[in-house]
């Protein structure tokens, strides 16, 4: 079987100091490459190079990714540039990017083509908001945003049900909500489909997150950004 992914979300968090504190304190640890880390666009660089320099397996992913391949779309990143830096990966359609701009599941499908034309292993964030959970549409919800993913090899691509009431808050979503929805996304794509959980996760409840059936990893934000909560972390990866 293969390891449980542990992927950090940076957002937009950090500054070069912090990227050398924490990628250094990572390095001493020796994670291996199913660990990655995906931090803001301006510290790809200086991270690869952390990360080469200490010979790491760790790998490196971005946040987002242009839809188009190239040319006149300022202030736009391709997945070439990235995977010409070093990236390996990269997160697509974040409840963050859906909410606060505007990206909706047909943007998010061209950004996983662009994103597996380069080269990348796109991270397709998949979940529902309160309001849906509530009124009882969360699968319709999370079908429609699968629907991206059609026709794509499974051995390409993982998925992150990240629901957006989890995200941030410091609610986990309990074991019983996770094995369902990840049962219901591996049901709608295929078994074999890898489906990271993320929503605080944190150093004290990421082994009983990563216990749960059918969670293939974790995808963290705010608990990344410390070495030492994120290390408790990698260590409960089966
Ligand atoms: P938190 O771990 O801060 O809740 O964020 C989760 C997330 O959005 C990871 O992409």
């Not at 808050?169 to 993320?198: C, N, S, W």
């Amino acid at each position: 079987m293969l390891r449980q992914y542990v992927i950090g979300n940076w957002k937009m968090h950090g500054s070069v100091g912090q990227i050398r504190s924490v990628v250094r304190e990572l390095l001493r640890a020796g994670l291996g490459t199913n660990v990655a880390l995906c931090v803001p666009y301006p510290y790809i660089a200086l991270t690869k190079s952390l990360l080469m320099e200490a010979e790491s397996a760790l790998q490196l992913g971005a946040q987002d990714v242009c839809e188009y391949h190239i040319g006149a779309y300022t202030g736009e990143v391709s997945a070439a540039m990235l995977a010409d830096v070093g990236c390996e990966m990269v997160i697509v359609g974040h409840s963050e990017r859906r909410r606060y701009f505007g990206e909706s599941s047909e943007t998010a499908a061209r950004k996983v083509r662009a994103a597996l034309d380069g080269g990348l292993f796109p991270v397709y964030c998949v979940g529902e908001t309160l309001e849906q959970r509530q009124s009882g549409i969360a699968r319709d919800i999370i079908a429609e945003e699968l629907q991206v993913l059609a026709g794509v090899p499974t051995s390409l691509y993982a998925v992150a049900y990240e629901p957006s009431w989890a995200v941030g808050t410091g609610v986990v979503a309990t074991p019983e909500q996770i094995a369902e929805m990840h049962a219901f996304i591996k049901g709608t794509l295929d078994a074999r489909t890898r489906v990271l959980y993320g929503g605080s996760v944190k150093g004290d409840n990421a082994g009983q997150v990563l216990a749960v059936d059918g969670v293939d990893g974790v995808l963290v934000g705010g608990a990344a950004l410390s070495a030492a909560e994120f290390l408790d972390i990698c260590r409960e990866a089966r």
